[in-house]
């Protein structure tokens, strides 16, 4: 079946750190793969996504590459600012797009 | 804006009390999730519906119903709440048009039972 691991959380870093989520995926055939950031307090939001094998998705300063060979869709950020604390999700959409796999979510708290 | 929106925000229920929690969409998709998300377990599916009509079952269906009333408003509800049902409920629509999906979500609903 489908399911998405991310890396747990929660984790910790001074603005401009280099953060890194690891997010590994299982599926069949060729899913897509997304990022969702869900600020306190309120819905998750489409952070980015990736459509197929090798595409790399990014927006805000965050970027992910789609790796088929490692079923991987990690999500990395070269400096974090206070803002970026928030909950982050790796989720997954069948190949039919007909349902949506999440991760549990990592916390990502940003200190000054 | 367009988007997503569920009422109410936060509701205190006690346990045997029944409630319904409401969604409407303004972006014409035709697919509609009920969520529901808990401490360490990421979030769950409920309900979804497909399209205007239909209703399927996700992961964790009881205790639960749903109404797809049109397009636009997806309904789901606890005819006896209890407290395993505490939780913060996301309802969510897509598009499913190829390349471009991806779901919206609203801002969720804090329900507690005691």
């Known amino acids: 079946g489908n399911s998405v691991t991310q890396m747990e959380g929660p984790v910790t870093l001074s603005e401009e750190a280099f953060l890194t989520i690891n997010c590994t995926y299982t599926a069949t055939g060729y899913p897509s793969l997304f990022w969702y950031v869900q600020y306190p307090g309120e819905g998750l939001q489409l952070l980015l996504k990736?459509?197929?094998?090798?595409d790399k998705g990014s927006n805000k300063g965050f970027e992910a590459t789609y790796r088929k060979e490692t079923t991987s869709f990690h999500l990395e950020k070269g400096s974090v600012q206070v803002s970026d604390s928030a909950v982050y999700f790796c989720?997954?959409?069948?190949?039919?797009?007909?349902?949506?796999?999440f991760g549990t979510g990592t916390s990502l708290t940003v200190i000054p | 804006n367009a988007g997503v929106t569920q009422t109410p925000k936060f509701q205190v229920l006690k346990t045997g009390q029944s409630m319904t929690l409401q969604c409407a969409q303004d972006?014409?998709?035709?697919?509609m999730y009920w969520y529901r998300q808990d401490p360490g377990m990421g979030l769950r599916l409920i309900y979804y519906?497909?399209?205007?009509?239909?209703?399927d079952k996700g992961e964790v269906p009881n205790g639960y119903n749903v109404s797809r009333l049109n397009k636009r408003e997806f309904s789901l509800r606890l005819e006896s709440a209890a407290p395993s049902q505490t939780s913060v409920y996301f309802c969510a629509s897509d598009s499913k048009r190829a390349g471009d999906y991806g779901y919206t979500f609203g801002s969720g609903t804090r329900l507690t039972v005691v």
């Open positions: 989720a997954l959409s069948d190949q039919a797009g007909n349902q949506f796999y």
């Open positions: 990736a459509t197929k094998a090798d």
């Open positions: 972006m014409n998709h035709n697919s």
């Open positions: 519906s497909a399209s205007e009509g239909t209703t």
